[in-house]
């Protein structure tokens, strides 16, 4: 990576290292530190992503970046929308003060205001924030394991590595284009998200993200969609991309 940092010249780093979303995935604490020394040996600014950090399963919170590097080289940035509500589209931004300043003044410029109703929800939920976050864990662990239940049961072939943490399972399909087949699930009452639009190259051709932020029920009849969806589908013959951003 340092080589990397030498031949691009990069100024700015945006990372979503606990809890990644697709994969789940979430950082050593070696590999963070060798990303703050980056950042600061090379001059980089750090956008250090913790939305999903707060939904990690099974290990403590690791220490946020602006903990181990120059705090005036990282942004930090966290939302309610996964802990409380997904509609709740209010989140938040640590850095430098003067940044933060330019921010504020270029944010009023762009859109005058957040709904002020929806600020003042998320004040008070803010000073529930330590009661929300174990629950919102024990809601996602628990439909997590519905999905790879029903998974297993439904779709054996398909294979994923257990998430940290986070809505998102990153799964491999045996064979067949993932665009194509995503195409095919919509056409069966199901949207999943293909690999290729979380890739800067195009790859991860044979990738499906599934999330999982609905009802245990709803996901069981989601996977039974799929299945179907599954049985249809001929990887040999995959149709052709409408090029549309398939959302969950």
């Not at 604490?29 to 999903?52: C, K, M, P, Q, Y």
């Not at 859109?111 to 929800?121: K, R």
């Not at 049961?153 to 940290?164: A, C, Y």
């Amino acid at each position: 990576m340092r080589l990397w940092a030498q031949r691009s010249r990069a100024q700015l780093l945006f990372l979503n290292p606990i809890c990644h979303n697709p994969t789940g995935t979430t950082l050593s604490e070696s590999r963070r530190r060798e990303i703050a020394g980056l950042a600061t040996d090379f001059g980089l600014t750090v956008i250090d992503d913790v939305t999903n950090a707060y939904l990690m399963f099974d290990e403590p919170l690791p220490v946020p970046l602006a903990a181990a590097c120059e705090r005036e080289r990282v942004i930090t940035l966290g939302s309610l929308s996964k802990v409380a509500w997904g509609g709740l589209r209010i989140g938040w931004i640590q850095g430098p003060r003067s940044l933060i300043a330019q921010l504020a003044a270029r944010k009023v410029e762009m859109d005058l205001s957040t709904s002020p109703f929806n600020q003042a929800l998320a004040v008070r939920l803010l000073a529930r924030f330590d009661e929300l976050v174990p629950l919102a864990r024990r809601a996602a662990r628990v439909r997590l394991d519905t999905l790879e239940d029903a998974l297993r049961r439904q779709l054996p072939s398909w294979r994923w590595i257990r998430p940290t943490g986070g809505l998102c399972l990153w799964v491999r399909m045996p064979a067949g284009d993932a665009a194509a087949f995503s195409h095919l699930a919509a056409d069966h009452g199901v949207i999943v998200r293909p690999g290729p639009l979380f890739s800067a190259d195009g790859s991860c051709g044979d990738r499906l993200r599934l999330a999982y932020g609905h009802e245990p029920a709803l996901l069981e009849e989601a996977v039974t969609r799929l299945a179907e969806a599954w049985s249809a589908f001929r990887p040999a013959s995959p149709r052709s991309p409408r090029g549309v951003a398939i959302t969950v």
